[in-house]
């Protein structure tokens, strides 16, 4: 049925109006339009409301691109693959299958061969094959099947939950194949390992563009079969840029620097991805020196400008080194050409920062941050155990904890070195319990190595250090349990002063977390035999792996309520 706009006036797309209304440039402009539309009883013509929702899109107001398409009475697949195709381009694969499902699907909007493609990258988005399943099923259902462009967003979509055969089914079944068909299929095998496969229909392929070429030279370098990419690539009829930047990827990715070099000096033409390739690889294989060499090549050739993944590893390499001159310069370098400074970006400065001795630039970066995520945490914690500031290093392991964010095996890194540079055993010895009491994160070869040396500290026997190096994994991880060694450590404290309660309650907590009750009885009864304690100062761990500072003065009993409620030791053992 026509809306009443359109039984009154013949609009075409060369209306002034409308013709208006696809060039704003802002919600302002927009705005301005389409009140001149309402004054002309247009607004509810299908053209206007379908010119409205595009240049919504366009401007990234997408909500209310939605509003218009809600109150058209002749909702179709242009305005409906328009506002899914921009959710997914903001990333919001999310929002692009709800408007599939609930405006699309339950209103009975007729697709086009242009939906499908849209959707099933959405399936892939939210990471559902079962919702890419029942999209496939709709497909045939329509009569979509042997439509080339959803031929290949199927071949897409099951090679992206690494269903490779039922995406050669697809290949097979396709009436109509072209380049993008083949090279997806050859990408599919290539991204889910199966070189071999790719490589047959590489060889079946009549006419290759460079993508292919790339793609399976790409596959070839991913399982460190250089030799065959190489005679590849000397093979191909015509090299583009991202075939030169695979190659080049491919050598230093294994080192082999002075080749990869000779193949950069060689490029007809680079783009700021070839640069940043080789950077990122020197930094990964600690050439800090020649990054930085290579930078400032960059930056005099004048060829590419640098954006945010090249000072990435320039940061890293900065502070690496303990350059805080040329950090300072990378960093007024960003702020000069108003390069975004993500999450990632941030991080780096404020490890560059941290590393080079400049903590307090380093925490005010790391406040000033809106999000931080595990790495920008780390950083913090490391650059203050690096320069000797154990306890603010556990003061921010404190805070992470108490904001929610999940410690992973980095973080205990971080401050058990950081205990470990300033000679804080006890707290030391808590955050490697509670690491693998609480958070189940097994010991790795640096973690032991940090608990060694604390070990050494509090003066255990070198027979002791050797017969607990023997525990330390040679692999990636260990199932050992840590109640041996932290009965040795708190043992080892106890005899150094006896009136210090902290390595009781370390003990005590150990004991009780694994059930074993008589031990927990046994520490209540050394713990009477101290009696009054002098003025300490520690920190110990609770029950629920929390930590505070706990100050005891001469008046004070050890045996009081108060510090067992604050240590949560009175949920463990009434003592």
């Not at 849209?118 to 999209?135: A, R, Y």
């Not at 190659?247 to 620097?257: N, P, T, V």
């Not at 702020?335 to 780096?348: C, E, F, G, M, P």
């Not at 109640?483 to 004991?511: F, S």
Request: glycine residues 8%.
């Amino acid at each position: 049925m026509s809306s009443p706009g359109r039984s009154k006036h013949f609009v075409t797309l060369t209306h002034p109006l409308l013709r208006k209304l696809d060039s704003c440039c802002s919600i302002v402009e927009f705005n301005q339009v389409h009140a001149q539309l309402v004054v002309s009883d247009l607004s509810n013509h299908y053209l206007a409301t379908s010119q409205a929702v595009k240049r919504l899109c366009a401007l990234r107001a997408v909500a209310r691109a939605v509003l218009f398409f809600k109150s058209t009475r002749e909702p179709d697949a242009f305005m409906c693959n328009t506002i899914m195709r921009t959710y997914a381009g903001g990333k919001d694969a999310s929002s692009a299958m709800r408007f599939y499902r609930d405006e699309m699907v339950g209103h009975d909007v007729v697709p086009n061969h242009y939906t499908f493609p849209v959707v099933l990258k959405g399936c892939v988005g939210i990471g559902s094959l079962t919702e890419g399943e029942k999209v496939h099923g709709r497909v045939f259902k329509l009569g979509f099947e042997l439509d080339l462009f959803v031929t290949n967003a199927l071949i897409y979509l099951y090679s992206a939950f690494q269903k490779t055969r039922n995406a050669r089914l697809v290949f097979d079944a396709g009436s109509v194949l072209d380049s993008v068909s083949w090279n997806t299929m050859i990408d599919g095998y290539v991204k889910n390992g199966e070189v071999d496969s790719a490589r047959k229909l590489f060889d079946e392929m009549t006419e290759r563009d460079a993508v292919t070429w790339t793609s399976m030279i790409g596959g070839y370098i991913g399982r460190g079969e250089m030799e065959e990419a190489r005679c590849l690539f000397d093979k191909m009829p015509s090299r583009d840029t991202p075939s030169w930047n695979c190659m080049i990827d491919g050598y230093a990715r294994i080192g082999c620097f002075w080749v990869a070099l000779e193949l950069f000096n060689s490029m007809p033409s680079r783009n700021v991805t070839t640069w940043n390739t080789l950077l990122d690889h020197l930094v990964r294989h600690e050439h800090y020196r020649e990054c930085l060499s290579l930078y400032d090549t960059m930056l005099q050739e004048r060829e590419i400008k640098p954006n945010k993944f090249t000072l990435l590893p320039v940061l890293t390499a900065c502070g690496n080194l303990g350059d805080l001159d040329r950090g300072q310069i990378v960093h007024s370098y960003i702020t000069r050409n108003d390069i975004k400074s993500d999450v990632a970006l941030s991080t780096a400065l404020l490890t560059m920062y941290a590393k080079c001795g400049a903590v307090d630039v380093a925490r005010n970066l790391f406040d000033q941050m809106l999000d931080r995520n595990v790495v920008s945490w780390n950083a913090m914690i490391l650059g203050y155990g690096m320069h000797g500031h154990g306890e603010k290093a556990l003061d921010m392991f404190l805070e992470m904890e108490k904001r929610g964010q999940v410690p992973n095996g980095s973080s205990f890194v971080s401050i058990l070195s950081a205990c470990k540079r300033s000679g804080m055993v006890l707290e030391g010895w808590w955050c490697f319990d509670l690491m693998s009491r609480v958070y189940k994160i097994d010991p790795k070869v640096q973690h032991y190595g940090c608990i060694l040396e604390l070990l050494a500290m509090v003066g255990l026997m070198k027979e002791d250090l050797e017969e607990l190096a023997k525990e330390v994994p040679k692999g990636a991880g260990s199932t050992y349990s840590t109640t041996e060694l932290g009965e040795l450590v708190a043992e080892r404290l106890i005899e150094l002063d006896r009136t210090d309660v902290g390595p009781y309650v370390l003990l005590a907590n150990m004991h009780a977390a694994e059930g074993n009750w008589d031990s927990v009885e046994n520490v209540r009864k050394m713990m009477k035999e101290t009696g009054d304690t002098g003025c300490v100062q520690q920190r110990v761990c609770g029950d629920g792996g929390g930590a505070l500072s706990l100050r005891l003065k001469k008046e004070d009993n050890p045996r009081g309520e108060g510090w067992k409620r604050g240590l949560g030791m009175d949920s463990i053992y009434p003592f």
